[in-house]
């Protein structure tokens, strides 16, 4: 059956995924220098980036396992870009140029709808204005029988931990302190969720929650 996926979302060791003011020149804003220092150092995230060389080990293999078996992905508004309430133009086209690293069908959740974006490499962007169920309904049919990503930010991922949504959430913890920002968990109940597995490199701490299993 197919399942709903949060992958190598970071956080800071005080738990942030992000810090105050996010924005065009910060987007994960401040106080989170090297957050993402762990995956950009992979051979995985160099090779995809068109660079030699890179770290293997645990760290490489979580990234390289992030897209496996994925047909469709969520994401926020946020993520898509840093523009905040109606759109001025569509001139905006996403953070990652004309072909997009997803090569699926994209669900931006946002307010405020604007055409669908169809990218190069089989990435189109559709914006929908919908509860967080009719919004992965939309992405299982679209992935064909495939799991569907919940790719960011906090903010969307939370939505779908609260209604209990996501089947696996592989987080990463970063040792780094942030101080401020935009945490992931917080107040969330989640007890219906477990712990299983954790594995340490040498920059940082991989943990899979899983949903757990019914009785």
């Given at each position: 059956m197919p ?16 810090g ?30 068109g ?40 001139s905006?086209?996403?953070w990652w ?57 906090a903010?969307?991922?939370?939505q ?10 592989y ?25 299983a ?10 943990v ?8």
């Amino acid at each position: 059956m197919p399942k709903l996926r949060v992958h190598n979302f970071t956080l800071s060791l005080d738990g942030y995924a992000a810090g105050p003011r996010q924005r065009m020149d910060a987007p994960f804003g401040d106080g989170v220098e090297g957050l993402h220092d762990w995956m950009v150092a992979t051979r995985t995230f160099r090779a995809t980036h068109g660079l030699d060389g890179g770290e293997e080990g645990p760290d490489d293999e979580r990234v390289r396992r992030a897209e496996d078996g994925i047909g469709a992905t969520i994401m926020g508004r946020n993520m898509f870009g840093p523009q905040r309430g109606p759109w001025a133009d569509h001139s905006w086209r996403g953070w990652w140029g004309p072909n997009p690293p997803y090569h699926n069908d994209v669900f931006v959740m946002t307010h405020h709808v604007r055409p669908t974006l169809a990218m190069e490499g089989g990435t189109t962007f559709h914006f929908v204005d919908d509860t967080p169920g009719a919004v992965l309904e939309r992405a299982f049919d679209a992935a064909g029988g495939k799991d569907v990503l919940v790719a960011g930010g906090a903010a969307t991922i939370r939505q779908f931990l609260r209604e209990g949504l996501v089947d696996d959430l592989y987080l990463v913890i970063a040792p780094i302190l942030a101080g401020a920002g935009e945490r992931l968990l917080g107040d969330l109940d989640l007890g219906r969720y477990e712990v299983a597995d954790t594995t340490v490199s040498q920059t940082a701490t991989h943990v899979h929650i899983t949903r757990r299993a019914t009785r």
